[in-house]
Structure formats: structure tokens, C-alpha cells
């Protein structure tokens, strides 16, 4: 723990931010945040990077676990979420009920082409020919463009939810922009949470969640690539219909920094 404060708390930077993170200084955090609890984890993001992190949710379950750690330990980080214009009704819905719960404005960031003029450009049903391109258009830029103004990208991915994100680590470094970008910080405090757990939480602290989710639908993305998945398939199979495709491109889009100071 003293470890983490003292990399917290560090000063250096130009300006009087704190220090830059080193390569060390990640492997470090990463080995004690595998001990620590989500709030502590995030404790520590709000004591070093305060209103420059902000968390990013879909409102699966793991989402609104860590809004609901966050908001419970006075953690008043901006919260925001992307809207495709292809969401089910239902993830409409939900959005205002958690912000009526929390007390937070969970901000909507939209593509700069609505579905409408995305298909005069590109033609009717982009996601059913091209579903990479079309989750680039409607969620991988509007991300990217919210990632320039932060520091800090908070998620809530699990390595549970699919062989794809077996891996993740606790905090891991992005370059936003590629090799010559500015690098940002990505936290996953809820990489050790298994379902199970994620829903024991949210039923005993009784917290809003997708009615979808009691419909058969483990993982919930856009109405037009969302099916029910079965009990014994990854919680992300029914995700992009018909495609050899297993994420939308928001998590893959940076390339990790190995050799790196931010």
C-alpha cells in the first residue's frame, strides 16, 4: 500500500502533475492492484489523476458495480457512455434510472453521422457488410475523440467475459494516437470480478440493470448485432451475429506501450 501512495502522490511533471508512470512503476501497480479492492483501485485514479479519469460504461453488470464503488466511497469521477443510435430501448431507458440513482449525469457521446446519414454515405445496414467499420464510425472515433481530453480511461472489463480479455491487466498504457500519440492510462478495476459476483452485488445493493439481461442476453451492444446466448457460451458470444468478430474495436484500437514514461 505504501508503494501506491508513493506513485500516487509523486511529483516531477512539467506543470506540477504528477510524475511520469515508468514501465516499472505499472508492473508494480499491477502486482499490488491484483491484491487490492475496486475501490482502492480507484481511490487511487481519483487521488492521482482527480476529474482528468473518467469511467466509460455499456451499463453491463461490472459497469454499474464500480459506479455503484465509486459513488459509495465519494469517488465523483465523470462518467460516460457511448450511443450508436442503435441501442436496444430498454439501454435508453436505463441510462436516465442510473442517473436518477446515482445522482450522476452520465454523459451520451454520438458519432458525428447519424444512422440515417451514415447510411446515405455508406449504404443501408453498414453493420450487417462491414461491422468493422461500422462500429469504427459509431463508437471506436466518438471514443477516441473523448479519450484526447483525459488521462485516464476507466473500464469495466473482466477477464472472465471472454478468452479475448483473459489477459487484461489491472492498468495497462495506450498510445491514443498511435505510436507518436499521447499515451493514456487504462484501469480495470473489475478484472478479477466474476459474474457471479457482479450479480450478487448489484441484487443486494439493488441496483438498476438491463431487463435484457433477465431476457437471455448475457452481453448487450447494439439491437441490429445483440442475440440471447445460451448458459454454456462466453458471456460476449452473441455479440455481432454471423461474424468472426469478438469486440467492437474500443479495446483493441491503441497499441499497448511496452518501453514508455507518461
Known sequence: MEALQTI??????????PAPLSARDVAVLNGQFEHQ?????????????????AIGTSFQGSGL?????????????PVFTLDTGLLFPETLELHKRLEDFFGWKIESIAPDLTVEQQAGA??????????DLCCTMRKVLPLQSK???LDCWITGLR????????????????????????DIVKLNPMANWAAEAIWR??????????PLHDRGYSSIGCMVCTR?????????????IGFKKVECGIHTFMPPKIDFQI
Not at 479492492?37 to 479519469?53: D, N, S, V
Not at 449504404?123 to 461491422?131: I, Q, T
Not at 452485488?201 to 438491463?210: E, G, V, W, Y
Open 65 to 77: 458495480v464500480m459506479l455503484h464503488l465509486a459513488k459509495m466511497a465519494g469517488l465523483n469521477f
Open 147 to 149: 479519450l484526447r481530453g
Open 37 to 53: 479492492a475496486p475501490e482502492e483501485i480507484l481511490g487511487w485514479a481519483w487521488k492521482r489523476f482527480e476529474r482528468r479519469a
Open 228 to 240: 440471447k446466448t445460451a448458459r454454456d457460451e462466453d458471456e460476449r458470444a452473441g455479440r455481432w
Open 8 to 17: 500516487a502522490a509523486a511529483g516531477g511533471a512539467p506543470g506540477g502533475g
Open 201 to 210: 452485488h448489484i441484487r443486494q445493493h439493488k441496483i438498476p440493470f438491463n
Open 159 to 182: 477477464r472472465h467475459q471472454a478468452r479475448s480479455r483473459a489477459a487484461i491487466g489491472l492498468i495497462e498504457i495506450y498510445a491514443l494516437n498511435g505510436k507518436e500519440g499521447p
Open 122 to 131: 455508406l449504404g443501408p445496414e453498414l453493420w450487417a457488410r462491414d461491422p
